[in-house]
């Protein structure tokens, strides 16, 4: 496509591609450039571009600031909630914005305190974390739920996926969530990922000391165009921290962890160990 050439977004395939399109409608027949509409927001052109394409969410105070320039009434804050929804799908609604989020990203870095990360997960372990987590899900739910797990993990097949790092606490591989062969196949996925280095996995040993981070994981994700966010979640919660000094602070700590940890060789040769212990049946606890 040439640049600058205009593409037209079906606004029949999604919530989000709707809005899209209906603020592009609007924004055109005000006469206005991307950049007219977003002047006096906090946001850029680019971002309300991403916007009309249904790729990102609309913030409620750019939307507010939308409605007060193209003076349609409130039309585009009271939409809000039905495009986040869309968006969120099976995902809990305090990570639907950071799965949203994880699109866009130059860089990931997780710290795995006691789960793999869901972008690593095959569907059985997907399915045994929420079966732990919510019991009393229908088993159409949880299907839901590991459906948009495994749709989300596609992110690391894309040519322009972002950078992942991750470190996993030692537990995570030594004590099993899934039965043995199953525990091998999550663990041979892990490894395939870091063979073709579309991750690079570091191992936190046991007897390195990590309070307070042992309570929460943690989850940095950089971009090109935008600031860096920090996310920290428990079994039911999730936190997005944007203030940059906390940021920074954290990621401070999670460079500490990342210095402790195994260099990313030596981590792959202990998790394809465990997933070969795990095949022959040895006990690795």
């Known amino acids: 496509m040439a640049r600058g050439q205009r593409k037209d977004i079906d606004g029949s395939t999604s919530v989000p591609c709707f809005y899209g399109t209906e603020l592009r409608f609007q924004r055109e027949r005000a006469g206005l450039t991307l950049g007219q509409l977003v002047e006096g927001s906090f946001y850029g052109a680019t971002y309300l571009s991403e916007i009309e394409r249904g790729q990102r969410r609309m913030p409620l105070d750019l939307a507010r600031h939308v409605d007060r320039v193209l ?141 307070p981070l042992m309570q929460l994981s943690l989850m940095f994700l950089e971009f090109d165009d935008e600031p860096p966010l920090t996310y920290t979640e428990g079994p039911y919660h999730g936190q997005i921290v944007d203030d940059p000094a906390l940021v920074k602070q954290y990621h401070k700590a999670y460079d500490r962890l990342r210095a402790a940890a195994l260099s990313p060789e030596a981590s792959l040769v202990m998790i394809e160990q465990a997933a070969e212990d795990y095949r022959n049946g040895k006990q690795l606890c």
């Not at 305090?94 to 866009?104: D, G, L, S, V």
């Not at 990203?105 to 095959?122: K, S, V």
């Not at 322009?160 to 999550?186: G, T």
Request: proline fraction near 8%; aromatic fraction near 8%; include cysteine.
């Open 71 to 211: 003076k349609t009434d409130g039309f585009f804050e009271r939409r809000c909630d039905d495009v986040r929804k869309a968006k969120q799908g099976a995902h809990a609604s305090y990570f639907a914005p950071i799965a949203e989020a994880e699109k866009r990203a130059r860089t990931i870095e997780h710290w795995a305190n006691a789960l793999i990360p869901g972008l690593l997960q095959t569907s059985a372990y997907a399915r045994a974390v929420n079966n732990v987590t919510h019991p009393l899900d229908l088993p159409e739910a949880t299907e839901a739920y590991v459906q948009a797990r495994m749709e989300r993990a596609k992110l690391l097949d894309v040519p322009n996926r972002p950078e992942f790092w991750v470190i996993l606490h030692e537990s995570v591989i030594r004590h099993p969530l899934l039965p043995p062969a199953e525990m091998a196949e999550q663990l041979d996925r892990i490894a395939a990922l870091a063979r073709e280095r579309r991750i690079f996995p570091q191992v936190l040993p046991w007897s390195v000391a990590t309070n």
